[in-house]
Structure formats: structure tokens, C-alpha cells
């Protein structure tokens, strides 16, 4: 069963715009958060992270928010930049019942000029 | 700094035999996970390896295989293949003693069955 879901495949968004992508998890021991960056015929670079005890991390034009109660985190990207074209992969991961991370399925990011 | 490696980039196999894929981890690193990406999908966890013993494996048969050397470089072998294991495979390496396990990933080998 699905775990991390990321109910949008695709996601276009204009240069200079802002890019929200979102990820819903259902296993409430979930306490470490990733967002990874995916271009073609690479792997999956880190991008930002949070922890459970946080509702928000920035780095630079990322920022990750956390919403326990609902399960759900976003990532938004300001000001977006056609560079930002990838897929985001969510993932997700219990620290006390093991180390794999719980990836979602993506969603295809398009920065169009 | 070195990052993650992997070899080699792409493979080629038949039904029923063997494969072996390399992973050497990023500099500074004595955890390895492996990870395999069906097309369409997200990564999905397969084991993880620290101190030469597997420490936490994923929803995969015995036919998934690993070792982890003393230098923390890492082997991924799988048995007797099936078209099914058609895939991009993905090492991450990461440190066990960060607080919080930010796994790195290598640029992955991908693996065709015939």
C-alpha cells in the first residue's frame, strides 16, 4: 500500500512563478521528511528536509511546510526557474522502526519561460 | 568530495540469470541502501547495509541479495531474474550517526531483463 502519495503527476508553472507541490502521507509514525529532485538519467538529488517537530523549513527559494494534524507537506518554490523543470519525489520515514525512506510517485515539474 | 557511484550504468540480462550491481558510498559515509524504480513509480526501499550486515530490509524476496565490504562499498545481487526486475536500481548512502538520515543517492544502474 501506498504510504506517500503525490496525487498530481504533473504540475506547469511559468518562470518567476511560484510552485506548490504537495505530498499526503497515512502512516502517522512518519517523522522525517524529504523532498527529492530528479532530473533524466540521474538519481534523485536531496533538495530539503524536515522534521517532524517542525511546521516549516527554508533553504534559499525552498521551503518545505509540514501539516501533522492533516498529514500533508508542500513544497514551494519562489521564484521558480526553468532549472526547477524535474520530478519531486516526496519521501518519508519512521525513525523508530527502521531507516528505508517511503517514496511517493512523483510529480513532473515544468517551469515554462 | 566524492559522491555516490554506482556501476555499471547499464545492464542487459536474460531470464534466470544472475546480476551483480556496485555501489561505492560518498566519501565519509558507512551506510548503503538500495532502492528500485520501476518506470512510473517512486523508488522503493530493498535493504540497507551498516557495518557489513544488512540492518533493515524492504518487501523483497530472498532472490534480492547484498553485502556490504569494510571499506563501505556495496553489492546488490539478485537470482534467477525475471522481467519483473526490469528497473532503475538506486544506492543511497547516508551516516549513521547524523541525527537525521539524509540519504544520498548515486546516478543508479538500469537494468533490462530479456
Known amino acids: 500500500d501506498q504510504q506517500v502519495k503525490q496525487n498530481s503527476p504533473s504540475l506547469s508553472v511559468q518562470e518567476g512563478r511560484i510552485s506548490i507541490l504537495n505530498c499526503d502521507y497515512t502512516?502517522?509514525?512518519?517523522?522525517?521528511f524529504l523532498w527529492y529532485k530528479k532530473y533524466p538519467a540521474e538519481g534523485p538529488t536531496f533538495l530539503i528536509s524536515?522534521?517532524?517537530?517542525?511546521d516549516k523549513n527554508e533553504d534559499g527559494r525552498f521551503t518545505v511546510f509540514l501539516n501533522k494534524s492533516a498529514k500533508h507537506l508542500s513544497l514551494h518554490i519562489v521564484p521558480s526557474q526553468p532549472g526547477d523543470s524535474a520530478v519531486y519525489f516526496c519521501?518519508?520515514?519512521?525513525?523508530?522502526?527502521?531507516?528505508?525512506?517511503?517514496f511517493g510517485k512523483g510529480t513532473s515539474l515544468l517551469v515554462t519561460p | 568530495d566524492a559522491g555516490v557511484t554506482q556501476s555499471p550504468t547499464h545492464l542487459i540480462k536474460t531470464r534466470g540469470q544472475q546480476v551483480t550491481l556496485r555501489c561505492s558510498p560518498k566519501?565519509?559515509?558507512?551506510?548503503v541502501s538500495w532502492y528500485q524504480q520501476a518506470l512510473g513509480q517512486g523508488p522503493q526501499f530493498i535493504f540497507q547495509?551498516?557495518?557489513?550486515?544488512?540492518?533493515q530490509r524492504g518487501n523483497f524476496p530472498d532472490r534480492f541479495s547484498g553485502h556490504q565490504f569494510p571499506n563501505y562499498s556495496s553489492e546488490l545481487n539478485v537470482n534467477a531474474l525475471l522481467l519483473g526486475d526490469s528497473a532503475l536500481y538506486l544506492c543511497?548512502?547516508?551516516?549513521?550517526?547524523?541525527?537525521?538520515?539524509?540519504?544520498?543517492f548515486g546516478p543508479g544502474t538500469r537494468l533490462l531483463v530479456l
Open positions: 543511497a548512502s547516508s551516516l549513521i550517526l547524523s541525527r537525521a538520515e539524509t540519504q544520498y
Open positions: 519521501a518519508a520515514s519512521d525513525s523508530n522502526s527502521g531507516y528505508a525512506l517511503n
Open positions: 524536515i522534521s517532524s517537530i517542525k
Open positions: 547495509y551498516y557495518e557489513e550486515e544488512e540492518r
Open positions: 566519501s565519509g559515509h558507512d551506510t
Open positions: 502512516n502517522s509514525m512518519f517523522d522525517y
